[in-house]
């Protein structure tokens, strides 16, 4: 019986360390969701334009979120920093195109297409009380689920 006490506060302490610890990651991605919204990046017509090429406003979102991702990868690679649970971060180098990158591609822009646009802010629209969205989600998570499905079938085959 006193056995049991300890390690039932153990647990819940140790559960609400974790939970302290992931507030950050919360205000992060709610500052990024704002960001998409203020900057237009959620915009239909915004993205419509860059479909039309009326517009270079996403070409130039689009070309700084690719740069920071170039900068902050190879800062990564450089860097020996550590994850949160003491593991080194290692960046692994990409293989070149294959089968399954052209197929995840070509599906993701097709439900680009349908949606009318990028998938990546749903959340951020759903907080902007546009309801639709919630169709474009439930599409995003049967994606996700088909591709767990069949990801197995996906994977590079070894010579």
């Known amino acids: 019986m006193i056995s049991t006490t300890p390690t039932t506060t153990t647990t819940t302490t140790a559960s609400g360390t974790h939970l302290l610890r992931q507030w950050p990651f919360l205000i992060a991605g709610l500052l990024f969701g704002v960001l998409l919204i203020k900057s237009e990046a ?7 334009e860059m479909f039309r ?17 170039l ?3 190879t800062l990564l690679r450089r860097s ?12 692994p180098a990409k293989e070149g195109p294959t089968r399954r990158y052209v197929l ?11 949606a009318g646009m990028c998938p990546g802010p749903i959340f951020a629209l759903l907080g902007s009380h546009l ?22 079938r ?3 085959r070894s010579p």
């Open 104 to 114: 995840g591609g070509l599906i993701f822009g097709l439900g680009w297409g349908l």
């Open 131 to 152: 309801l639709p969205m919630l169709i474009v989600l439930t599409a995003a998570l049967v994606g996700t689920w088909a591709y767990g499905a069949v990801q197995h």
């Open 71 to 73: 900068i902050t990868t």
């Open 53 to 69: 090429f009326q517009s270079m406003h996403m070409y130039g979102l689009i070309g700084s979120a690719v740069l920071t991702g």
């Open 154 to 156: 996906l994977q590079p």
């Open 42 to 48: 959620a915009s239909w017509y915004r993205i419509q």
């Open 80 to 91: 020996g920093l550590h994850a949160l649970n003491g593991e080194t971060i290692h960046v």
